[in-house]
């Protein structure tokens, strides 16, 4: 494990919380451990936020799930409120996957 994987690693096992990722058919679905930050009050309007759901993950839970890419239209659960993906962007460490960031719209 090189230095950007570990991290990554204490990172989100420090701050992160539990999230449930499904492929867009509601199948496949896998737990894994998630950082997403709080909104800042800039991005609050009318106690709503008004930016897209970030989360940062490990590709460690994926892969051992055999859930393969995270993609457009996928559902991550969090706390009761589900987000559809929008964008998922790798995270490298050299030349190997060591993580997710995942971008989502909605919460409802």
Same mark, same amino acid.
Not at 88 to 93: G, H, I, K, L, P
């Given at each position: 494990?090189?230095?950007?994987?570990?991290?990554r690693r204490r990172q989100i096992r420090k701050k992160?919380? #539990?999230?449930r990722l499904?492929?867009?058919n509601g199948t496949n679905a896998?737990? #894994?451990m998630a950082y997403?930050?709080?909104?800042?009050?800039?991005? #609050?309007?009318s106690g709503v936020s008004v930016m897209p759901f970030v989360a940062e993950t490990l590709n460690d839970e994926l892969a051992a799930a055999g859930y393969g890419q995270p993609a457009n239209a996928d559902i991550l659960t969090d706390g009761g409120r589900e987000y559809t993906l929008t964008d998922?962007?790798?995270?490298?460490?050299g030349s190997e996957v060591c993580g997710w960031k995942l971008i989502a719209a909605g919460g409802t």
């Open positions: 494990m090189g230095y950007q994987a570990a991290c992160g919380r #539990l999230m499904s492929q867009a896998v737990t #894994l997403a930050a709080p909104p800042a009050t800039a991005a #609050l309007e998922a962007t790798a995270v490298y460490d």
